[in-house]
Structure formats: structure tokens, C-alpha cells
């Protein structure tokens, strides 16, 4: 017997949304994750494969961000800005921003995990940039952990030589 392990694609995310702000600064303003579990997403983002962390070249000061250097701004839409696939907003926020496969974006925001952000697709920025909600606990890590993965792996595909 497996154990079926929860997945942003087939499992809901309980309650409503928490209230974010519409526009820049985007966000979240309530349901807000605990430190521990915001250093956790953050240890989970920087031990992937080729990930260096640094300042977020387009968030709030003291978002940290999870960057593939060299990536030689693959194709549009699995970076946010640079070689910039994910961050993770301070603590007073939890939330982070990042690039999803295209695919995949509708079902993720539609299972309570994320929203687009409010400028997504516009002023020439990816349509697929989502901010995942901060995880409230252990279940939520899990999934918010699987999210990041997913946007690693679709910026380090696309960093592949075609």
C-alpha cells in the first residue's frame, strides 16, 4: 500500500482565500503562514537543483528569491523577471510569487492554493506569474513545497539548450 501524499492538482485548499491587496505591492493581508513554516518553504526552495537565492529583483525589500543563474532568459513566461522563478515575500506576508507551467495555473488557482497576480500578462510580464498563499500548516507545506518544485522545474526545463 502507498501513501497518497496531496497534491495542488487534485486536493483543495481548505477555507476561503485570504485577503490580498489588488495591485502592487501584491499581498497577502490575512491567513498569514508562521515564520518556522516560511523559513521551511524557504530551505525547500534553496535546496534545488542550481538555485541561488538573493534579493528578489522586482518584489517588496526583504523578499528573497530563488534564481537559476545562467539561464539565459529562456522563454517567456518561466521566469518572472531574469533568471528570478520564485519568491518568497517577508515575513510579515509569507506568501510568494512565482512562474507555474501554463497548464497547470487554472486547476492551481481554482483548488484555493493561488491567484494571479494582478499584473500578470501585462506590461509585457508572463500571464502565468501566481501568488501561492503562505502555508498555514504541515498539510499546506507539503503542497506549497510541490508548488515550488513545479516552478522550478518548468524554469529549469526551459533553461535546457532545445
Not at 535546496?47 to 528578489?56: D, K, M, R, Y
Request: aromatic share 6%; hydrophobic share 40%.
Amino acid at each position: 500500500m502507498t501513501l497518497q501524499t496531496k497534491s495542488y492538482l487534485d486536493t483543495r485548499r481548505a477555507g476561503p482565500r485570504p485577503r490580498t491587496t489588488p495591485t502592487n505591492p501584491h499581498t497577502q493581508l490575512d491567513q498569514n503562514a508562521p515564520p518556522d513554516l516560511q523559513e521551511r518553504v524557504f530551505e525547500i526552495g534553496r535546496s534545488l537543483s542550481g538555485v541561488a537565492v538573493g534579493p528578489s529583483l522586482v518584489s517588496v525589500p526583504g523578499a528573497r528569491a530563488f534564481h537559476l543563474p545562467g539561464c539565459g532568459h529562456a522563454a517567456h513566461g518561466a521566469f518572472m523577471i531574469q533568471c528570478e522563478f520564485a519568491h518568497l515575500h517577508p515575513p510579515r506576508d509569507g506568501s510568494l510569487h512565482m512562474t507555474l507551467q501554463p497548464a497547470i495555473v487554472e486547476k492551481v488557482i481554482e483548488n484555493g492554493w493561488a491567484e494571479l497576480h494582478p499584473l500578470a500578462g501585462r506590461y509585457g510580464l508572463p500571464a502565468n506569474i501566481v501568488m501561492v498563499y503562505g502555508p498555514r500548516d504541515e498539510e499546506e507545506l507539503a503542497v506549497v513545497g510541490d508548488l515550488i518544485r513545479a516552478s522550478h522545474a518548468f524554469a529549469a526545463a526551459e533553461q535546457q539548450p532545445r
